[in-house]
């Protein structure tokens, strides 16, 4: 008996290694969109070895990298083999690639020879090796998107997880890690914890999948925090390649879903589609507390002025605001919007305020601009909040 290393190359040789698939699922229509490789290890017996029982050990050192190709070439020729049915995969490497100076050019390689389009292949990579490999990882996965590769971050939440990171990498996909789901999500702080992280991540436009998810309970949560996918055993557990393939093949996402049409109206998707159509009449609005002279735009976009911050000082706003404003109406507006005017304004019992003004575009001409401000009740302070909505009325 050699070490686990020997066993495993002569185990690829031999192609005992091979890849099963787990499927991934749209959680709002329960089509199947994608799926993730597995490595296993089918022994001589006829024993499906998991890779709890190697895969740990050859991270160890770099013994690793060569197990991890040898997947990423399996997924490419199952892609190749699935044609035009064929659904992004995804693949996991270790820490140890981002030393390996030219991964992303390897991949490319690859994904050539097997005539694979790279938005088929996704690049996994555990947030542990965010942790050990700071110093390079930024670089890599800029290296990995510029070959058009989409980079998943796994196991998000199972300890080693830095917000520092999430803040600076451009990832695409965080995979939401199990050990954050209960069986029943019931805890309130665990929910708190999860909407908290859906929401940051629905901001941050990166795409979510919640991993392990085994019961209706967490399914139904998952929906509500506008989770985008769902991989765990109540859908499908990983597979053989020929079943997975089979799957691929049949009919069922073709198939339009028959769900009852109110169990995928959850609040979150109903509100995500009800801020679209407020977006489509108001294409700036920003959210305000008064109290605090704080301030960020919830939506900005085709709107007369491009310049405006993200987020900053209220009455830098105003000022701002009203310096772009036509010289006869500068005077009324910081009368109507100027903090204290609001302040003024909410503690005499005003639901809201509004005012037309003529603001100059980026392109110096005026238009007629309609401002509304709404004030809203925080749920936990006492602050006074404002919702700004914002519209060109001369469109
Ligand atoms: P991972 O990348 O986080 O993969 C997800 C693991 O969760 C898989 O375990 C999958 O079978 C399991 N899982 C999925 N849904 C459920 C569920 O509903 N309940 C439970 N209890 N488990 C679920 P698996 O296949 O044993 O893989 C374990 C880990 O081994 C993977 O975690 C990954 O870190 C590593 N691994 C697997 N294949 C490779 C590979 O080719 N290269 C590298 N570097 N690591 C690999
Ligand atoms: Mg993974
Ligand atoms: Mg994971």
């Not at 990983?238 to 009852?260: G, Y």
Request: charged share 30%; glycine share 4%; with cysteine.
């Amino acid at each position: 008996m050699g070490t686990i290393s020997d066993e495993i190359k002569r185990a690829m040789e031999k192609h005992e290694l091979c890849a099963y698939y787990q499927p991934q699922y749209d959680a709002m229509t329960d089509r199947l969109v994608s799926a993730e490789a597995l490595v296993r290890w089918i022994r001589p017996d006829g024993r499906v070895a998991s890779p709890a029982e190697f895969v740990p050990e050859l991270e160890k050192t770099r013994e690793i990298l060569d197990l991890d190709w040898y997947m990423a070439e399996e997924a490419c020729q199952t892609l190749k083999e699935l044609g035009d049915r064929a659904l992004p995969i995804a693949v996991n490497f270790s820490r140890w690639h981002v030393t390996e100076e030219d991964f992303s050019d390897r991949l490319s390689v690859l994904l050539k020879k097997y005539e694979v389009p790279s938005d088929l292949f996704e690049v996994e990579i555990t947030e542990s090796a965010l942790v050990m490999e700071e110093a390079g990882i930024l670089e890599w996965v800029k290296n990995v998107q510029n070959v058009r590769i989409r980079v998943a971050l796994d196991d998000f939440g199972s300890g080693l997880s830095s917000l520092q990171f999430l803040k600076d990498i451009p990832i695409d996909i965080l995979k939401i890690d199990r050990s954050l789901l209960s069986e029943n999500c019931e805890p309130e702080k665990e929910r708190i914890v999860l909407e908290s992280i859906f929401y940051f991540a629905n901001r941050l436009n990166l795409d979510t999948i919640a991993e392990g998810v085994e019961t209706k309970e967490q399914l139904g949560f998952l929906r509500t925090c506008n989770c985008k996918k769902i991989q765990g055993f109540l859908f499908a557990k990983p597979m053989p390649k020929e079943d997975f393939v089979a799957l691929c093949r049949s009919d069922r996402r073709k198939q339009t879903t028959d769900r009852d049409i109110l169990e995928i109206q959850t609040p979150a998707h109903a509100m995500k589609l009800l801020m679209d159509a407020v977006f489509q009449r108001y294409p700036m609005i920003i959210y305000a507390n008064l109290t605090r002279n704080s301030y960020y735009m919830m939506a900005y976009d085709n709107f007369t002025t491009k310049t405006c911050p993200a987020t900053g000082d209220f009455d830098e706003l105003i000022r701002g605001g009203a310096a772009s404003m036509h010289p006869d109406d500068r005077e009324e507006f910081t009368l109507t919007f100027g903090r204290q005017k609001l302040l003024n304004a909410h503690q005499a019992g005003e639901k809201m305020v509004r005012l037309v003004s003529r603001q100059i575009g980026d392109d110096g001409i005026y238009r007629r601009i309609e401002t509304t401000d709404i004030f809203v009740k925080s749920p936990s302070s006492d602050d006074v909040l404002v919702i700004i909505l914002c519209r060109d009325m001369d469109e």
